[in-house]
């Protein structure tokens, strides 16, 4: 059965450096989205994206953070500068024209 | 605003019995939920939709009520497994430009004792 998957599975990164988070969306999928999970709270929606632009993001998705779709297969999540508070998990999720979102397993992500 | 560090509510039941999760939503123009299963260090499972339109849906061993007058859903999962331990969320779909969003709910942690 097709998967969302992410890579790296866990990063470590230093206060103010920037990160790249990837996923590789079910091939025949054409909406993407990233959201984030901070340790025991709720999953935030960040941003979806379609026909290669952003269709909408929420206010978290602030000047530090980008997407990207390079190729055909990739959708990356960039954060230029991290901050301590970046530290969560990131999940990609994709779906066809239904609406039902299918999720990556995640990036842990923690900022020292 | 959001609460940090929330306190997940808990539901703890009997191997073979049914348990019942529920969720209430916010937004009144949501036209589709979603029941997603997240196990420990992984990404949110699919287990079960429903549409604005109907009030109920059944799958396997699960089953979905909705009620749009209270804005209340629920997840009913039938002789509970020790594998369905995990945290249950609910998601309502937001339609929003070209795509939708999904927000999601608070989560309860669903506890199978053997």
């Known amino acids: 059965e097709p998967e969302v998957t992410q890579t790296p599975s866990h990063q470590v990164t230093q206060m103010g450096q920037e990160v790249i988070l990837r996923c590789v969306p079910i091939?025949?999928?054409?909406?993407f989205y990233w959201y984030r999970q901070i340790l025991g709270q709720k999953v935030e929606f960040l941003v979806s994206?379609?026909?290669?632009?952003?269709?909408?993001k929420s206010e978290i998705f602030d000047d530090q953070f980008s997407v990207e779709r390079p190729d055909g297969s990739n959708f990356t999540l960039k954060i230029r500068s991290t901050k301590l508070e970046d530290s969560a998990m990131y999940f990609c999720?994709?779906?066809?024209?239904?609406?039902?979102?299918?999720f990556g397993p995640g990036t842990r992500l923690l900022v020292l | 605003g959001e609460s940090v560090g929330l306190h997940l509510p808990t539901l703890s039941v009997q191997e073979g019995d049914n348990s019942i999760i529920n969720c209430a939503y916010s937004?009144?123009?949501?036209?589709?939920f979603i029941w997603y299963k997240q196990e420990s260090g992984k990404g949110p499972q699919f287990i079960i939709d429903i549409r604005s339109n109907m009030d109920k849906r059944q799958g396997q061993r699960v089953t979905v009520l909705l009620n749009k007058t209270v804005k209340h859903l629920s997840l009913q999962i039938a002789a509970t497994q020790p594998g369905d331990s995990a945290v249950y969320f609910c998601a309502e779909n937001i339609r929003g430009g070209a795509t939708n969003k999904l927000i999601f709910g608070t989560g309860t942690l669903l506890a199978v004792q053997p």
């Open positions: 994206f379609y026909n290669n632009e952003i269709s909408e």
């Open positions: 091939s025949n999928h054409l909406y």
């Open positions: 937004n009144s123009a949501s036209d589709y």
């Open positions: 999720a994709s779906r066809i024209q239904s609406m039902t979102q299918y």
